[in-house]
């Protein structure tokens, strides 16, 4: 029997691998939330999309408001949303010209700071970005470690129900959304003065919002003065720096 080389003893364990020991093996996280309340904000992004592949051209008023009720859930998170965008090819056949409307869709993601009553605003590092619900398609999370803590709506409503009604929600706007819905041209009364960006199907506009009515909004740049129909706004972008390109 030879001895070992390296030891020079007869019997040794010195060719002999070391044995593995086992370690666990964990699956990567998917989301910095708890798992509860991951699911609690699986179950409420899953009804919003049902609610918003219910919604026509014609909202149902139960529906948008429900809608709302959902996103106002999701305050705090960080989404990415679809939107439904059109734009008008114009083609010319010997005397004839033939309007043809193409369909697209623009993704933006931001986090989701208030669900008005047919809008939701997203606020991303250009600036705040507003979306009617009629032209929204989808909604998903983006899981981010920065995300706020979402809204007690229980909490709020309660608060609000045990002091006194009148006065106490009408100083607090995030209450008079909540109980009663802002629509997107009151919410745009804070904003008057801003430089701003409107997509709408046929158009990109960059100026000065002067006003927002229930029907338009007035823009002025260096081109004059423009009337947009609020509800032919593809998205409407506060534009925190003119200069930067979102």
């Known amino acids: 029997m030879k001895r070992c080389k390296k030891c020079k003893k007869l019997t040794c364990s010195c060719n002999k691998s070391n044995p593995k020991i086992p370690t666990p093996v964990f699956s990567s996280p998917t989301s910095s939330l708890p798992k509860a309340q991951l699911n609690e904000l699986k179950f409420c992004i899953d009804e919003a999309n049902q609610l918003l592949q219910s919604l026509g051209s014609e909202s149902d008023v139960n529906n948008t408001r429900q809608l709302q009720l959902h996103f106002l859930k999701l305050q705090g998170v960080n989404v990415k949303i679809k939107i439904n965008c059109k734009f008008i090819e114009r083609t010319k056949d010997e005397d004839t010209i033939k309007n043809r409307v193409i369909e697209t869709i623009e993704e933006k993601a931001g986090l989701l700071s208030i669900a008005g009553r047919d809008f939701i605003q997203l606020n991303t590092n250009c600036g705040p970005i507003f979306i009617l619900y009629t032209r929204l398609i989808s909604l998903s999370h983006i899981n981010n470690s920065q995300e706020e803590e979402p809204y007690d709506l229980e909490m709020l409503k309660n608060k609000a129900l045990v ?81 930067i390109k979102c």
């Open 163 to 243: 002091l006194n009604f009148g006065e106490f929600v009408s100083k607090r706007p995030t209450l008079i959304n909540l109980f009663f819905g802002i629509p997107l041209y009151q919410q745009l009364q804070y904003y008057i003065g801003e430089t701003i960006q409107v997509k709408t199907d046929q158009l990109m506009i960059t100026g000065t919002l002067l006003s927002a009515t229930e029907n338009n909004i007035h823009i002025k740049n260096q081109k004059g003065n423009h009337h947009v129909n609020i509800y032919d706004i593809t998205f409407l972008q506060i534009l925190k720096n003119k200069w």
